[in-house]
Structure formats: structure tokens, C-alpha cells
């Protein structure tokens, strides 16, 4: 299991050729890739706050709990922070099992928390200031769908 914040660009087709490399006994692998938008051109840039070592570890909560529920062989989440330009990836998530049902719930449900619950602090800055962002009404319900 592998859970990291970067501030540095990344390229997900990297991250997957690393993640899917020598696994014999694993049957499925599905990706998440959220990229940042534009918004219609309000949003020049995003950026995004956590606190080092505790957001890794509240993360790694849910991400056991993934692996249990769902039989994971393997995860791996990386979340960009700092500053974003629109169509740069924010995070990336992968996760190996025996069987495709598993791999894509297991990717559904860690993507669930960490849009609405994952201690980030995300704020859009463009041409009319910058605001904070929470999660929406439908992030939470998203969420709850898992129970909880």
C-alpha cells in the first residue's frame, strides 16, 4: 500500500505502468485520475493544503478499511498539493484485486472519502479573488452510500 502527497506534477500512466509491474496473482487493477478545471475560466489555479503525516494517516484509515472490505491485493493513492493549473492531475488512485467488481467499488470508495472527508483544504483562485471550497451536498451523499 503506498498513500503520498506531492507537490510536483505527476504522470498517471507512469504511476499505473509501476503499480500493475510483476502482479501474477491479481486479476484486476482500476484507476482514478481527478483532474483540476478551469471552471469556465474562474478558476486560474487551485490550491490545496494538508497537514504532513496527518492527512497521510487519516488516508491510511481508509485505505485499510478499503483493502479489508473489498479484498484488495494492493492501493496506492497519490494527491497533489500546493498549486494546481487546470488540466493538471490532483490525485491518482489504483487498486489491485483478484476481481474487477472489487478493484472498481474499492477505487469508488476511497475516491467517496477523499472528496468528501480527507483532510484537504482546497481554495480556487481567478479573476474575481479566491474562495474556499467544501465538499458538496452530493460529495456527502456520495460518501454515504458506502455507510458512512
Do not use: N
Amino acid at each position: 500500500m503506498s498513500i503520498r502527497l506531492t507537490d510536483a506534477p505527476f504522470d498517471p500512466g507512469v504511476l499505473l505502468s509501476d503499480f500493475v509491474r510483476g502482479r501474477i496473482e491479481t486479476g484486476a487493477v482500476a484507476t482514478f485520475t481527478g483532474l483540476a478545471r478551469a471552471e469556465a475560466g474562474a478558476t486560474t489555479v487551485l490550491e490545496l493544503e494538508a497537514y504532513p503525516g496527518f492527512t497521510e494517516a487519516q488516508i491510511g484509515r481508509i485505505a485499510d478499511q478499503a483493502c479489508e472490505r473489498f479484498g484488495l491485493h494492493d492501493l496506492a493513492i497519490l494527491h497533489r498539493v500546493g498549486r494546481i493549473a487546470p488540466g493538471e492531475p490532483i490525485v491518482f488512485v489504483a487498486t489491485a484485486a483478484g476481481h474487477r467488481r472489487a478493484a472498481f467499488e474499492a477505487c469508488d470508495f476511497l475516491m467517496d472519502y477523499l472528496k468528501s472527508r480527507a483532510p484537504f483544504w482546497k481554495k480556487e483562485h481567478g479573476p474575481s479573488g479566491e474562495r474556499w471550497i467544501e465538499p458538496t451536498a452530493q460529495d456527502h451523499a456520495d460518501r454515504e452510500r458506502w455507510g458512512g
